[in-house]
């Protein structure tokens, strides 16, 4: 048995996405912006997809821009916030201290230009009040940015009435839901959302495309010049095979949200009230307010490393975290913000599963995993020194 369980990192591409997507690589496969009929053919396609990822979401076609994914999405939505901020005195940037790399990286090269960033803590279940927001902004903000739902630890935020509070306050409200779209239902005009980062292949879509939503009147600035696409806010010759299948994606989700979440609930509450039993470990994140396929816990006296060696051996394909820092020895930034000790984000485990899992794979992982800890611990001196009194326990 094989059970993938890393849809948090990748969705496998599904039948639909695929099949909106051969006809533009072999028949309509002109260029959108020629004007022959060819490449009007491939625009009008172009067209229509913008319109059935709007529709998704909630707002204009023109208020969506295609971009490479999630990461280029909140590099922009970032950088234009604070260069048109900058303009009316406005350097204050607000974020949170678990957000994805996209948006920290991003803003740590904005400290370096000269803007004052402001990240908040969050609570160990992983949550932003809107309280701690509306106490952070000051009048020299110019962006505040919370993403939907960590990636790590699945934890949903407030997200519509953080909107409210920047919406009042006269700050523009950017949130990365890169892992929420296609899996929580959304509508960016009723959440007061002003620009919004997504990536098809969270969602089954291809790789390599995603959206930056931005409400009509957000000032773009664009990172790639050179054509006109895009309204002027990202060159490049659109990737039309992509692009379809990110929309024929998107659409499929979105109409099955109300079934994957029951489905993906009643596996991901089994999975967590099984894997609490395993002695000395936690679960990461809010019990109800995450996620409907995720699962993330620590568990103490052993390397995340080794789990996921052994799992992967017993046929689950598993993370420790954010496949983007994988290649990474150090802790979960994610975790260290929560509060979790170094010793104890070492040890973390993120199971995240989609629509294709079945309880029969849920069984399995409850079965499997708990063996596989028990065996690591059994060979873990620290688990020794923690046994026989040497070490306090952190996990009680």
């Known amino acids: ?6 849809n948090a990192a990748t969705t496998k591409t599904s039948r639909t996405a695929i099949d909106a997507m051969l006809p533009y690589m072999d028949q309509i496969y002109g260029n959108p912006s020629s004007l022959h009929s060819v490449g009007q053919a491939a625009n009008e396609a172009l067209t229509k997809a913008r319109q059935e990822i709007a529709d998704c979401l909630g707002c204009e076609a023109r208020e969506i821009y295609i971009t490479s994914g999630g990461s ?8 234009s916030a604070a260069y048109f901020g900058a303009k009316k005195g406005k350097k204050h940037l607000i974020s949170t201290a678990f957000e994805h790399h996209a948006i920290l990286h991003t803003l740590d090269q904005l400290k370096e230009e000269g803007f004052e960033v402001t990240l908040l803590d969050v609570h160990e279940n992983g949550y932003v009040t809107p309280e701690e927001v509306a106490a952070a902004i000051r009048e020299d903000t110019a962006l505040v940015s919370v993403m939907f739902a960590n990636n790590e630890i699945g934890s949903v935020q ?7 509070v920047c919406r009042e306050k006269g700050v523009l409200f950017h949130t990365d839901a890169v892992q929420a779209v296609g899996h929580i239902a959304m509508q960016v005009k009723a959440m007061n959302i002003d620009m919004l980062s997504l990536s098809a292949h969270k969602f089954h879509g291809p790789k390599g495309v995603g959206v930056l939503y931005a409400r009509r009147g957000v000032p773009l600035r664009s990172l790639i010049n050179g054509g006109a696409q895009e309204r002027g806010k990202r060159a490049g010759t659109e990737n039309m095979p992509a692009i379809m299948g990110m929309a024929a994606a998107l659409k499929e989700a979105c109409a099955n949200i109300p079934k994957n979440t029951e489905h993906l609930t009643a596996m ?13 470990s936690v679960l990461n ?15 103490e006296g052993i390397e995340g490393e080794s789990l996921l060696l052994l799992l992967d051996a017993k046929g689950i394909c598993a993370s420790s975290g954010s496949a983007c820092t994988s290649g990474s020895l150090d802790p979960s930034h994610v975790l260290l913000a ?6 104890i984000a070492h040890g973390s485990l ?8 079945t309880m029969e794979e849920v069984d399995y992982m409850i079965e499997t995993i708990p063996q596989v800890v028990e065996y690591l611990r059994n060979m873990s001196p620290v688990w020794r020194d923690l046994q026989e009194g040497r070490r306090t326990y952190v996990i009680q």
Not at 268 to 280: A, E, V, Y
């Open 1 to 6: 048995m094989q059970i993938y369980a890393d």
């Open 285 to 299: 994140g809010d019990p109800v307010k995450r996620l409907p396929g995720n699962v993330h816990f620590c568990f």
């Open 268 to 280: 991901r509450d089994k999975l967590i009230q099984g894997l609490s039993k395993i002695p000395h």
């Open 158 to 164: 407030p997200i519509a009435e953080i909107g409210a």
């Open 72 to 79: 280029e999405a909140d590099n922009q939505a970032l950088r």
């Open 350 to 357: 993120r199971l995240s599963l989609s629509e294709e899992n």
């Open 338 to 343: 929560i509060g979790r000790p170094h010793e």
